[in-house]
């Protein structure tokens, strides 16, 4: 078998086009045709004291060939028909679902609507509102489940998007996480041989017939390689999605323009012109291929960070092979309580790691860090002074690079938020989204998951069940149209910097720490003041001069007693944490904002 090597990885594999049933029937007839012709050549080419002209086969054999070639035909174009016919059938049964579901959605809300303001009473509103969200996300889900694909895909988005849809939608799309499609073992075994060639035993000496994951495009297998033994992880694409896709992303816009329609101030046509954009992506496993290489060969260079990136064997469009780096589900408290694993320590962790990816020079940034996509276990080989534990992480299918003019804005901008500097957040909340001072509370929001009054006193302090409460009802009364807009203006990758900000902040919620979100945003402060201060480095370099004239050097001594004084004071305050928590004192309603 002839299989991609790790330098060839980026390579763009193109898909094959569709062709209708008529063409392939002709497709079919072709050889026959010409196996005619050459048998007919066979006869009158070549010399022969006989005669120049074949003799004339009997009639009965001609009308025999005839009858073949014409009952091939037939039964070509009848099982082409066939094939036509089921592919037909099943595309409209997948749109039949949605047209249906987002017609009897449409007049449930309206109908909910006009009877919410037909009533002066709040608690019926709300109940007539809420019971409104359930029953349509009820049905959603269904059609989400049944059609399988992108749908799970688009469920397990939304599920996360706890900033912009009402709770009813999100805790009802939750079961979507781990609840995916599972692609029969003699599909796979089709998939392989018509990707590479070969057949799984001639490359595998074992391959187990019952994935061990399954996701939204694709699923895992455990396999050993015949040649070395080694034990990998082959991730396959579900073998149906290809062939679904394109009626499915079409199936997705028209809901959501539709939608638009009936509601205008709930325009999300910008969620599936981002699922155009990167599902592609996430559909070339030479292009996940590589982006784990890259990623691999970035924290390579930081090995305090227990990170552990599978390493890559090869990989097709629809095929990956890696090696197989096993833990488990970083809300398994159990498993991290009996292994004495620091659940305040793994969520440090995991904010050093993305805010690598975010702030960090030339780093790639993952963007779909849900709780199946990462793995915690304990460390084999501690290092001195180092973690017990490892992070393992799955699927770099979906990542981004983030402008350096970007990094910068949203490095000062959250600096602002931490120092509760209200004129800077919204200096630089518009240099990064082009953010008005009227939608600045809705931003602010929205990139923190905390409501605009806590922002504007400390975000410090962790999320109550009131405030969860409070930022729903908000969405409910009217404030959800106005973020909708706000999220349709404001660039991409903002947008997948939410969707990570609010996954990872899932996640860290999750791991239920004794620190809250202060150890969080402390780390974070960290990463936003290195940053400026590489840009400021950058500045004086590009001055006239050495870095020893008086003005150059005055300029670096500034920036680096600033840099200096953020880090002591951000180094005090985490030892005076890590003090707290050897103590057992709580520290998860420090409710003041550390002054930076």
Not at 22 to 33: G, H, Y
Not at 162 to 167: D, S
């Amino acid at each position: 078998m002839k299989c991609l090597s790790v330098r060839s990885i980026g390579r763009l594999a193109g898909n094959r086009s569709w062709t209708c049933f008529t063409c392939r029937a002709q497709l079919f007839v072709a050889p026959v045709k010409t196996t005619q012709r050459s048998l007919a050549r066979q006869y009158t080419t070549g010399s022969s004291h006989y005669s120049k002209r074949p003799p004339r086969p009997p009639k009965s054999r001609a009308t025999a060939l005839t009858a073949a070639a014409a009952s091939a035909t037939a039964a070509v174009a009848i099982l082409a028909f066939a094939d036509e016919l089921k592919h037909n059938y099943n595309a409209a049964e997948r749109a039949g679902r949605v047209a249906s579901a987002l017609s009897i959605c449409i007049n449930d809300y309206r109908t909910s609507l006009n009877k919410r303001d037909a009533t002066e009473d709040r608690e019926e509103q709300d109940v007539i509102l809420k019971g409104c969200h359930k029953r349509c996300a009820e049905r959603t889900l269904k059609v989400l489940e049944q059609n399988g694909g992108i749908f799970i895909k688009l469920g397990q988005h939304l599920s996360a998007m706890t900033y912009l849809l009402p709770r009813e939608w999100t805790d009802t799309f939750i079961p979507l996480q781990d609840k995916c499609p599972v692609s029969s073992f003699e599909s796979i075994q089709d998939m392989f041989r018509a990707d590479t060639g070969d057949e799984l035993k001639d490359y595998f000496s074992e391959f187990s017939e019952e994935p061990i994951g399954a996701a939204s495009l694709a699923q895992v297998h455990l396999a050993t390689i015949k040649e070395n033994g080694q034990r990998v992880a082959v991730k396959v694409q579900h073998p149906g999605l290809a062939q679904w896709a394109p009626l499915d992303l079409t199936l997705t816009k028209f809901t959501f323009s539709t939608l638009k329609k009936f509601f205008p101030e709930y325009d999300l046509e910008w969620l599936s012109s981002e699922m155009e954009i990167s599902l592609p992506q996430e559909l070339d496993f030479q292009l996940e291929a590589a982006n784990a290489i890259r990623t691999q060969q970035h924290f390579a260079q930081i090995p305090e960070l227990p990170l552990v990136v599978p390493d890559v064997v090869w990989a097709k469009k629809r095929i990956l092979v890696m090696a197989n780096e096993s833990g488990h589900r970083l809300d398994d408290l159990d498993y991290l309580d009996a292994n004495h694993i620091d659940r305040d320590e793994v969520s440090a962790t995991l904010a050093r790691i993305f805010n690598e990816m975010i702030f960090g020079k030339n780093a790639p940034l993952h963007c779909d860090p849900h709780g199946g996509n990462l793995a915690v276990r304990k460390s084999p080989r501690r290092k001195p002074g180092g973690a017990n534990f490892e992070i393992v992480i799955y699927d770099h299918g979906l990542y981004r690079d983030i402008p350096v003019s970007l990094q910068r804005s949203y490095a000062k901008m959250w600096l602002a938020v931490i120092d509760g500097d209200m004129a800077g957040m919204k200096q630089y909340a518009h240099e990064v989204a082009g953010i008005t001072d009227e939608q600045f509370p809705l931003f602010a929001s929205a990139i923190t998951g905390r409501d605009y009054t806590v922002v504007s006193s400390s975000i410090l302090k962790s999320r109550s069940e009131e405030e969860k409460k409070t930022m729903g009802t908000a969405l409910q009364e009217g404030l959800l149209s106005d973020l909708v807009t706000m999220l349709g203006q404001v660039p991409r990758v903002i947008l997948l910097i939410l969707k990570t900000n609010d996954l990872t902040r899932s996640l860290d919620e999750n791991l239920h720490t004794r620190q809250g979100p202060m150890r969080s945003f402390m780390i974070l402060a960290r990463y936003c003041a290195r940053t400026v201060f590489r840009e400021q480095l950058e500045e004086i370099s590009q001055r006239p001069g050495s870095l020893l004239w008086p003005g150059n050097a005055l300029r670096f001594i500034a920036a680096w007693i600033g840099y200096l004084r953020v880090e002591l004071k951000l180094e005090a305050f985490e030892l005076w944490l890590s003090v707290k928590r050897i103590v057992g004192m709580n520290t998860m309603h420090y409710g003041s904002t550390v002054s930076l």
